[in-house]
């Protein structure tokens, strides 16, 4: 079973910053290739990131490509997600998502397992 734990949440204002971060227990995260969701109020959950077991390999939403990027490092069983020159519709609760059966899957049900997430705020 894989446990998995978001932090770095926050607010910020718009240009700004925030490195969120997904810890993983239970078996090693360089077995997982892992992803990062996001949900707006009365929204659905909508893909950001994703990445390869190894890391060498990302894709990302149209949405935040060349805004946030996602690196993993498996001896700390922890994923990171950089996001920069954030905006207001980047508002959202993100969680963080492991065990796709590829790096190019968008689609939550692909997902096995889900962090509870965590409120990232951007305001204008």
């Known amino acids: 079973q894989v446990q998995l734990v978001e932090s770095g949440g926050g607010l910020v204002q718009a240009g700004g910053s925030l490195r969120l971060s997904c810890a993983a227990s239970?078996?090693?995260?360089?077995?997982?290739?892992m992803g990062w969701f996001r949900q707006a109020p009365g929204k659905q959950r909508e893909f950001v990131a994703a990445?390869?077991?190894?890391?060498?390999?990302?894709y990302y939403a149209d949405s935040v490509k060349g805004r946030f990027t996602i690196t993993r490092n498996n001896a700390k069983n922890t994923v990171y997600l950089q996001m920069n020159s954030l905006k207001p519709e980047d508002t959202a609760v993100y969680y963080c998502?492991?065990?796709?059966?590829?790096?190019?899957?968008?689609?939550?049900?692909?997902?096995?397992?889900w962090g509870q997430g965590t409120q990232v705020t951007v305001s204008s």
């Open positions: 239970g078996p090693p995260l360089s077995g997982l290739r």
């Open positions: 998502a492991a065990d796709p059966p590829g790096t190019h899957s968008t689609r939550s049900d692909e997902y096995d397992y």
């Open positions: 990445i390869s077991r190894s890391g060498v390999s990302t």
